[in-house]
């Protein structure tokens, strides 16, 4: 049985940061690119960061790039998501996601290319 687990989610002040983490379980994710996303109240989800299954190639959404930094250790199925200079509008569910890939570089961006999905970790920034 497929699981993704995130953890650190909390309440963090305008300016600061906090790291959410996503332990996989169930298989081998060494060929899954993987990836953040979040949804805030009233909103649709949205795509945050991704990352390659080789690890090498990343891409941000516009509203994050420069700020959010996205990890994974392929060994310990893990993926990481440091967020930094936090602001109100990043308020929302965050959800860690895999997706098989045949590409080794390729970092998915879009919902439909995700087959496994995390419960989600609640971020809230206040101002």
């Known amino acids: 049985q497929v699981q993704l687990v995130e953890s650190g989610g909390g309440l963090v002040q305008a300016g600061g940061s906090l790291r959410l983490s996503c332990a996989a379980s169930g298989r081998t994710f060494s060929s899954y690119a993987m990836g953040w996303f979040r949804q805030a109240p009233g909103k649709e989800r949205e795509f945050v960061a991704a990352?390659?299954?080789?690890?090498?190639?990343?891409y941000y959404a516009d509203s994050v790039k420069g700020r959010f930094t996205i990890s994974r250790v392929a060994a310990k199925n893990t993926l990481d998501l440091q967020m930094n200079s936090l602001k109100p509008e990043d308020t929302a569910v965050y959800y860690c996601a895999a997706g098989y890939s045949r590409y080794y570089n390729y970092a998915a961006t879009r919902e439909y290319e995700y087959d496994y999905w995390g419960q989600g970790t609640q971020v809230t920034v206040s101002s």
């Open positions: 990352i390659s299954w080789s690890g090498a190639n990343t």
